[in-house]
């Protein structure tokens, strides 16, 4: 018996490699989920991780270091942000 596929559709699923935190810890979004600057998850809108090792959305990160109040410093162990170098 011969099969013969006449059409099909292929479904993918990807995650960011983030070993703890699962939430971006300023928009409290699954890195899985887009930032509320994107529309769509994945390069546009990647993952930063700092030497702190907490991980964030990079335009939340960005947004956050950008405004006087946070000086420079991680919004979860208030220690300075430095990404890592990957």
Do not use: N
Request: glycine share 8%.
């Amino acid at each position: 018996m011969k099969v013969h596929v006449q059409k099909y559709s292929a479904v993918a699923t990807w995650k960011w490699d983030v070993a703890e935190d699962e939430v971006c810890g300023i928009c409290r979004v699954q890195f899985d989920g887009t930032c509320p600057s994107c529309k769509y998850p994945g390069e546009d809108c990647p993952l930063l991780v700092g030497k702190c090792g907490h991980s964030f959305h990079m335009h939340c990160i960005f947004d956050w270091i950008g405004t006087e109040s946070s000086k420079g410093l991680c919004p979860m162990c208030r220690q300075k942000f430095e990404f890592e170098e990957s």
